[in-house]
């Protein structure tokens, strides 16, 4: 008697994933340090000098950071209730904050108390910045106004109330000291220019207006609210350039990596998708645990800090590149040393030694080999399997059918086995790889269980849903 032969599973290609240069950039970044804090995180804002501290604010506090530290290594607490949006200047050695009750605190980042209190909002502040001239502050608060202030002299310069709804975001622009925009609650941006009494451009966004950013150029305007990231040309008025809708929920923050390259934006549904600034394509995505509230990027991209809505700080550095001679140290034998000789041929005069290889059959082999077909059938349609490797299932009934037994193999089974059978098919009947053998299992199992139609509620069920499935396939 010939040697029994295995039932052949046929193998499909998988689809690798496409691995770009992104990829490889953006996965180079150590396992990241959660660092927990008092409340949702709302901002966290990089000094823009060495050594690249970071400043989070979250409940009532200000906690600074330094790039490895995961204990705070200065804490402003002085706010009666929460602090937000905490910025630092352009050289780093002022932080500014808004708080719930209107006012705006100015602190030395070397010092303890504030050096200045702005008082001028009647509702909370979640907006507050410097101008590139380092002094004047904008801010924004749920009174729906936008206000200028002036540091020295801790005055109101002028005050601006044309959103009709909670102001909750704006950026100062880099190019000219006097122009900042904000982005409010009502679906627009406004550009305000600080020589004139009303804002000079608005932008309606169609969403409550989450975050705004400006490019370094100071041309491009990138606003974010509901599912959609867009991106407007200043230059041309306000002209939408690109619609973005790569998340599934609120997008909540945005930021610009080093170069100006790649735009990142974080969102509700717990991803920041990286996209690059030439042709708007994701090229990358992070997932983290829960919802995302604020993000930051430090300079050279060297740290990515993301905050989110359980008050968890995630923290993740870039890998340090190794170093010529220790990679040489460290180098593993080649790939070649591990096939040597596999394609030896043996010579006339060679002797050669061959190792009897066991081959171990699978439980379905088995009871395909003594011609059990209805217990071999019941092997592979044990859920694990059917789920998982539904391959190995159809190459089973294959067989049956091409030994002639799988009409006996189909018969005489119980309410419980005919719904699983028919849940199966109803379910990959309409994948190609396996439609021809599944139509006609469909075929055998309608014969056979067509007299007991209208006996099972459950099994009445599975027939109309396969008959759907065929019928959607059809269509």
């Not at 990286?274 to 930051?296: E, R, W």
């Not at 700080?313 to 460290?330: D, I, T």
């Not at 391959?391 to 189909?410: C, D, K, P």
Request: with cysteine.
């Amino acid at each position: 008697m010939a040697a029994y032969k295995p039932v052949v599973v046929q193998a499909c290609p998988k689809l690798g994933e496409k691995i770009t240069q992104d990829t490889l950039y953006w996965r180079g970044y150590k396992t990241p340090v959660q660092i927990k804090e008092f409340g949702a995180i709302n901002k966290i804002d990089f000094s823009p000098v060495p050594p690249y501290n970071y400043a989070v604010t979250a409940s009532s506090r200000i906690h600074i950071y330094g790039r490895y530290s995961q204990e705070p290594i200065k804490t402003f607490s002085r706010f009666r209730d929460a602090a937000y949006c905490a910025t630092y200047r352009d050289d780093g050695r002022l932080l500014v904050a808004g708080s719930e009750g209107g006012g705006i605190c100015l602190f030395d980042v070397n010092g303890k108390a504030p050096l200045r209190q702005f008082e001028g909002h009647t509702k909370p502040v979640h907006l507050v910045g410097f101008l590139s001239d380092k002094y004047r502050i904008f801010s924004g608060g749920d009174d729906y106004s936008s206000n200028l202030w002036d540091i020295p002299s801790a005055t109101e310069i002028i005050s601006y109330s044309e959103h009709t709804d909670y102001v909750r975001c704006g950026c100062a622009s880099k190019v000219n000291a006097d122009v900042f925009i904000t982005g409010s609650y009502d679906h627009t941006v406004k550009l305000f220019d600080a020589r004139t009494k009303s804002s000079a451009m608005t932008i309606e966004h169609g969403h409550p207006v989450e975050s705004v950013l400006l490019f370094p150029s100071g041309g491009l305007l990138v606003s974010a609210g509901g599912r959609y990231v867009k991106v407007w040309d200043v230059l041309k008025g306000g002209q939408l350039l690109v619609s973005l809708k790569n998340h599934h929920k609120t997008v909540t923050c945005l930021c610009l990596n080093s170069s100006g390259q790649r735009l990142l934006s974080g969102s509700l549904d717990r991803h920041v998708k990286i996209y690059s600034t030439t042709s708007y394509k994701v090229v990358h995505s992070f997932n983290y645990a829960t919802s995302i509230l604020s993000l930051a990027l430090s300079p050279e991209d060297e740290t990515i800090v993301v905050g989110m809505t359980n008050g968890v700080l995630n923290v993740k550095h870039r890998k340090p590149e190794e170093k010529n001679e220790n990679s040489q140290k460290k180098r593993q034998p080649a790939y070649r040393t591990y096939v040597k000789g596999r394609t030896y041929m043996p010579k006339q005069e060679d002797f050669c030694v061959s190792k009897p290889v066991k081959r171990v059959l699978r439980k379905y082999d088995k009871l395909l080999r003594s011609f059990q077909s209805s217990k071999a059938l019941d092997a592979v349609m044990e859920p694990p399997i059917m789920l998982h490797t539904p391959e190995v299932t159809v190459a089973v009934m294959q067989e049956l059918h091409r030994r002639g037994t799988l009409r006996s193999a189909l018969a005489g089974r119980d309410e419980k086995q005919v719904n699983l059978l028919l849940t199966f098919v109803a379910r990959r009947v309409i994948e190609p790889r396996f439609t021809p053998v599944l139509v006609t299992v469909a075929d055998m199992i309608t014969d056979i269980y067509q007299p007991v139609v209208g006996q099972s509620e459950i099994v009445d069920k599975q027939f109309l849903k396969l008959q759907q499935a065929i019928g959607k396939e059809i269509d």
